[in-house]
């Protein structure tokens, strides 16, 4: 990070400084605390249409978890991949023989329009994505399975995996934060 950057990130932290999002303890955005009181998921399914396999950290009902995904997509908290990733990272180190740990994956993260990219200056499944692949060592890239990360399963996960099955006719993984 550049001086300039390090200083801009202290002024705004000075005058915007973090709290939990769930306590408000202050210095982070999710405290180990309210961490641990996430309902974290425990399951995957299969098959699901254009997707093999479609894995989510937790409910979308989960306060906790709705709440990080609102500050994170409404309010741009960009910071805030840092902890879904980690939410993420945790149900899959949880689960029992998960798929995910076994094979050669590659990361495509959900794209966006670029309207949304323009108004929220970064594509929140992106920076899950590289989080992800930076604490998991999985590579961005089509050439193995592919695991497609997003924040929320939404339907168009579907067309996108079906775009990328006919492009490389590899498997499409879907990931996620939550799931409705």
């Not at 932290?13 to 955005?29: A, M, R, V």
């Not at 093999?52 to 997509?73: E, Q, S, T, V």
């Not at 029992?96 to 495509?108: A, E, G, M, V, W």
């Not at 604490?135 to 067309?159: A, C, H, R, S």
Request: aromatic share 12%; net charge positive; with cysteine.
């Amino acid at each position: 990070m550049l001086l300039k950057e390090k200083m801009w990130k202290t002024v705004l932290d000075i005058l915007f400084p973090k709290h939990c999002l769930n306590c408000y303890k202050k210095g982070t955005y999710l405290c180990d605390d309210c961490k641990a009181l996430i309902n974290i998921s425990n399951r995957y399914e299969t098959g699901v249409d254009y997707l093999d396999y479609l894995f989510w950290a937790g409910p979308y009902k989960d306060r906790i978890i709705k709440a990080c995904l609102y500050a994170f997509n409404q309010k741009y908290v960009k910071e805030l991949a840092n902890e879904l990733s980690d939410l993420i990272i945790t149900y899959i180190r949880l689960m029992d023989n998960c798929p995910i740990l076994k094979k050669q994956l590659s990361i495509i993260p959900m794209p966006i329009s670029k309207k949304k990219l323009k108004k929220q200056g970064f594509n929140p499944s992106y920076e899950i994505a590289l989080q992800i692949s930076k604490k998991l060592n999985i590579p961005f890239g089509k050439d193995k399975t592919i695991l497609l990360i997003n924040d929320i399963y939404v339907p168009e996960m579907q067309e996108y995996a079906k775009k990328l099955k006919q492009k490389t006719s590899q498997e499409v993984w879907g990931l996620v934060v939550a799931r409705q």
